[in-house]
Each structure stands twice: as structure tokens, then as C-alpha cells.
């Protein structure tokens, strides 16, 4: 039995979101009926992953066939064929052809696009992006992704390349990429980068690092981004100057960005931007210093507005679009 219904699913590194919407409602509300998240089955194999994801979306559909499926994941993927080209946070997730697989598992129409470029859509459509051409949100987490939108639309770009901006270049003689350049944004200003570089510090000078080892019981690797981020907030010198390396590699690769595209709105999102103003004000500070041929302060920079589902709103919101058109 079919129905008007939009399937949304968002699957991450640990959990997968998947979430319901009426298609004439959510057009005009941007609401899902019903949202559940679970985490990724133990084994994370595809083959064993994708069942598990069809049974918990048919339960949620009541075995109804959607009207159209948007499915949000990361990792480089090909937006048109419908295919995971590597999801390196799962095992053996590579040259999966998701899309006509989950097209075939509901006998619907299907689309895959890149997390944040779906963060992006979301933002623009629903959140505090809305309106702003050009449009450019970056999703800081563990990794750092990105999404353009240029006259209303995404893009995509050769080989769905395009808002690929983690791996812009920021460092030349920098650390090696999981994608094979050195000195990425990514590499230098992620979650994951700033609770490194924390730890770097503190073992180079461990006499001033006493703020960050107590909030981790003395445990080095287990200083995390917010541990940094607390520490800074505290005045810690170790943890303010790691956050402050960070937040200007943001702004060189902002710069670069600027340049080229000159956004009227930049939005910063995912779990190290959750930092709000404490990223914003010495991110905007540092991009005086490396954008003048722009009057880079006409730039709005803004903390994203719809928190961790935004891709998830995203995958709908895409869908939705392609089936009103």
C-alpha cells in the first residue's frame, strides 16, 4: 500500500535516525510525525546493517510504501548514481549502491546525499540560513564537511565534489589526511584535531597543563574538544592556546572560501561549534587578518540553529523538493 509519507534516514558512525513525515505537511512546517534513533548494529557490515534499517523504517511506515526516500550519510559518496563510495566510520561500507537498494527494499523513489551537505539544505530551508545566496554551512565535529548553496540549490559539483571544504588546504608541511593531501582543515581545526593538539601540549609542557589533566583524572587521552573548550572558557593557557590554533585555521580556510564564493551567510555547526560566540568571536577576529580584498565584516558568521538532526532534516527536505517537482 502506498501513501504520502516521506522516509528520512541519517545514518552515522554509532546511530542511525530515521524519521516519518506527511509530504503536505512537512512542505509547509519542515516537521516529522515521528522520529526514532537506534545505534548501529554491533556488526556494522553493510549487509547486516541495511535489514536492520529496512525493518525498523517498515515498522515505523506500518509497512506502508513511502512516497520518496532521502537517505543522509557521510563520507565521499556519488550524489547522482546513489552509491557509498567510503563510509570510513563503518566497516566495509564502500561502493555500497545504496539508493537502489533501499529503492528496491521500498519500491520508491530514492535519493543519498553527503550529511553535511544535507545539513546545509536543512539550514537553509528551515533554520537560520533561510534566504541567504550564497549560503555556506560547515558541520565541525569529528571531521569537518561542508555544503554550498547557490541560487537555492546545492552543489554538487564533478564527481560530487563539490563543499568538500574539510579538505581545503591549510597547512602545507601539515599532518597526513585520511584522503591523502596534507594539512586539511579537517586535519587542523576538527573535534578531533583540537583534542590532539591538547594532548600534544600537555606532554610538552606538562607543568602547565594541571587544568586539563584534572578534568580527565590525570588521564592524557582522555582529554577530549570539550575539555579544551572548558578549559578556555577557564582561562587555561595549554587549553586556550589549542583552541585558539584551531579557530585560525577555521579562518584561513573561511578565507580561501570567501574568495571564492564571497557567501552572504557563513553558518558554523556540528558538536565543536555547539561552542557557540567561544568559536564565532576568535574565528570572525582571524578572518580580519587574512580576508581584505572582501569587506569580510558584510560576511554574517553564525552558530547553525538546528542542532544534531539537521541532517536527518535534510534527507526530507530533499525529497520533499523532488517530489514538488
Sequence with gaps: MSSEKLLAIDIGGTKIALGIADHASFSSSGEFQRVEKFPVPELRRPELVIPVIVDRSLQLLAREHPVAVGISIGGPLDHERGVVLNFPHLPGWKDIPL???????????????????????????????????????????????????????????VASGGGEVGHITVQTDGPLCDCGNRGCLEQMASGTHIAERARE??????????????????TIEKIRAEEVLEGYRMGDALATKAWLEAAEYLAIGLGSIIHVLSPE????????????DDLITP??????????????????????????????????????????S
Excluded at 572582501?294 to 520533499?320: E, K, R, Y
Aim: one cysteine or more.
Design 283 to 324: 574565528v570572525r577576529e582571524r578572518l580580519r587578518d587574512h580576508v581584505f580584498y572582501i569587506p569580510v565584516d558584510c560576511i554574517d558568521l553564525q552558530p547553525a540553529s538546528l542542532g544534531h538532526d539537521s541532517a536527518l532534516l535534510g534527507a526530507a527536505t530533499m525529497v520533499a523538493l523532488e517530489v514538488e
Design 201 to 218: 601540549l600537555v606532554r610538552e609542557r606538562p607543568g602547565e597543563g594541571r587544568r586539563l589533566l584534572e578534568m580527565v583524572d590525570g
Design 99 to 157: 539508493a537502489s537498494i533501499l529503492a528496491e527494499a521500498f519500491d520508491s523513489p530514492t535519493t543519498l546525499d553527503n550529511d553535511a551537505n544535507l545539513g546545509a539544505l536543512a539550514e537553509y530551508h528551515w533554520g537560520i540560513g533561510k534566504g541567504a545566496n550564497p549560503f555556506l554551512n560547515l558541520t565541525i565535529s569529528t571531521g569537518i564537511g561542508g555544503g554550498v548553496i547557490l541560487d537555492g540549490k546545492l552543489v554538487h559539483g
Design 265 to 276: 551567510r557563513i553558518v558554523l555547526g556540528g558538536g565543536v561549534a555547539m561552542a557557540g
